[in-house]
């Protein structure tokens, strides 16, 4: 379903919502919105950093990995529109496991996800890089 078939008042990611609302547990359900119901609002005021971002440690802290994948799902489908959301998972060298979000079409894709994981790569190559750099200055390495 894309976003021209919904009615003008129901956005894809309360169309998500509302479907996860009946196949969840209560408790599940309620556990869910407080881990997105921030980044929602976030995403409402136009306030997030960039296109990638990590649920932080202290929303997911002890959250089962099933919520933690649908938190995932509904982040993407508020940040994308799009109802055809997929969680990945690359296994990646120098980090382990990683999992990722994506649309439908690139998750079957083997050459596409090759792509994502050698960026993933890169960039941790790049922060382990500005990490010994800023180490070495004596400045913070919380990057």
């Given at each position: 379903m894309?976003?021209?078939e919904l009615p003008p008042e129901e956005r894809p990611v309360d169309l998500y919502l509302n479907l996860l609302r009946l196949r969840m547990e209560s408790d599940d359900y309620r556990l869910l919105l407080r881990v997105v119901e921030p980044v929602l609002r976030a995403i409402d005021a136009q306030q997030l950093p960039g296109r990638d971002f990590a649920l932080d440690d202290h929303s997911a802290e002890g959250l089962p990995p099933e919520i933690r994948d649908q938190?995932?799902?509904?982040i993407a489908t508020a940040v994308t529109g799009r109802l055809d959301n997929e969680v990945v998972e690359l296994e990646i060298d120098e980090t382990?496991?990683?999992r990722v979000v994506t649309d439908a079409a690139t998750a079957s894709d083997p050459v596409?996800?090759?792509e994502i994981a050698d960026y993933i790569r890169e960039r941790h190559r790049t922060n382990e890089e500005l990490r010994g750099i800023a180490e070495a200055s004596d400045l913070p390495t919380d990057l």
């Open positions: 894309n976003e021209s938190a995932a799902l509904v382990g496991p990683v596409r996800l090759s």
